[in-house]
């Protein structure tokens, strides 16, 4: 959702070339990410073999990304 706003991708693939750290903050936006996705995205979790919650796919996608360092889920 975010992925183009502020830093975003671009800055997190700048810093990865620089080799400077990048920490993630709120990825879940206190949760309502996680909370409030549209039923067509909570049908598409749960048509998965994998037993995830929508927070652990977005913070298995976060570490995913080359050039993240932290990610703190406050």
């Known amino acids: 959702m975010d992925e183009f706003s502020q830093a975003g991708r671009i800055g997190v693939e700048y810093a990865e070339k620089k ?27 749960r048509k998965t073999d994998s037993q995830r919650s929508p927070a652990e796919w977005a913070f298995r ?3 995913n990304q080359k ?8």
């Not at 990048?22 to 598409?44: D, F, H, S, W, Y």
């Not at 050039?67 to 406050?74: F, N």
């Open 67 to 74: 050039g993240v360092s932290v990610v703190y889920p406050e």
């Open 19 to 45: 080799g400077i750290p990048v920490i993630i903050m709120e990825p879940l936006r206190g949760g309502r990410l996680a909370n409030g996705l549209p039923p067509k995205a909570r049908e598409l979790f």
């Open 61 to 63: 996608w976060l570490w």
